[in-house]
């Protein structure tokens, strides 16, 4: 069955430094999104992309976060510099479209980010 | 989007089945009801959807009512293994771009 891949799976940081998060969606599926789940919460959406367009990205903190997807596959996340509060799970999810219809979100295992 | 109410925990035997209920009163007309399950450190697991139909699948069968304001997600037979947080999140389909918007979601405990 194929999975979204993400990695590393566990990263730990210094505040100010900058950390990057890397997120192979299943293959075929246009639509690759950002999560950001703090410990006892839902996750929360950062970054919506279609292909390479970023289609929604108002939850993303643009001071410090960045996401890309160049070629409308992979995607990378980065933050730069790193706070005491971006402590989290990050979470890529895709989805494909069939006939115009957009099919269900399928989670990758997560990045577990904490800063010091 | 429309927002849903779940219990924040509930428990179960091993072996019985699950009712997990879900309100999202000011649902709309082209918005689906989904169901996510999150065991601990990983990452959200797609259990079922729905947008009028009671609908099943290998995991879960999925009631709404006529109405369409609360659902029931059904464990037939829960194990131990079903113990996590599940996510009742509406949220629209078809040909819009659907977000999910988690809620806190129901702690789900199957004990022995």
């Known amino acids: 069955e194929a999975e979204v891949a993400q990695s590393p799976r566990y990263k730990i940081t210094e505040k100010s430094q900058a950390v990057a998060f890397w997120c192979d969606p299943i293959?075929?599926?246009?639509?690759l999104y950002w999560y950001r789940q703090i410990l006892g919460q839902g996750p929360e959406l950062l970054v919506q992309?279609?292909?390479?367009?970023?289609?929604?990205d108002s939850q993303l903190p643009k001071d410090r976060f960045s996401a890309e997807r160049l070629k409308g596959v992979d995607s990378t996340l980065k933050i730069q510099p790193a706070e005491l509060g971006d402590s989290a799970m990050y979470l890529c999810?895709?989805?494909?479209?069939?006939?115009?219809?957009?099919?269900?979100?399928?989670f990758g295992p997560g990045t577990r980010l904490l800063v010091l | 989007d429309a927002k849903t109410t779940q219990p924040t925990s509930m428990d179960c035997a091993e072996g019985r089945a699950a009712n997990l209920p879900c309100n999202h009163s000011?649902?709309?007309?082209?918005?689906?009801v989904y169901w996510y399950r999150q065991i601990h450190s990983q990452g959200p697991q797609y259990i079922i959807h729905?947008?009028?139909n009671n609908e099943t699948n290998e995991m879960a069968s999925l009631i709404i009512t006529e109405d369409r304001k609360s659902s029931t997600l059904i464990l037939p037979h829960a194990t131990l293994r079903d113990t996590a947080v599940y996510y009742c999140?509406?949220?629209?389909?078809?040909?819009?771009?659907?977000?999910?918007?988690f809620g806190q979601g129901t702690i789900l405990t199957v004990h022995p």
């Open positions: 999810a895709s989805s494909s479209w069939i006939a115009g219809i957009q099919e269900t979100q399928y």
């Open positions: 293959s075929g599926h246009a639509t």
């Open positions: 992309f279609q292909d390479e367009s970023v289609v929604d």
């Open positions: 000011t649902i709309s007309g082209n918005e689906y």
């Open positions: 729905g947008l009028k």
């Open positions: 999140i509406v949220s629209p389909g078809g040909t819009s771009y659907g977000k999910l918007t």
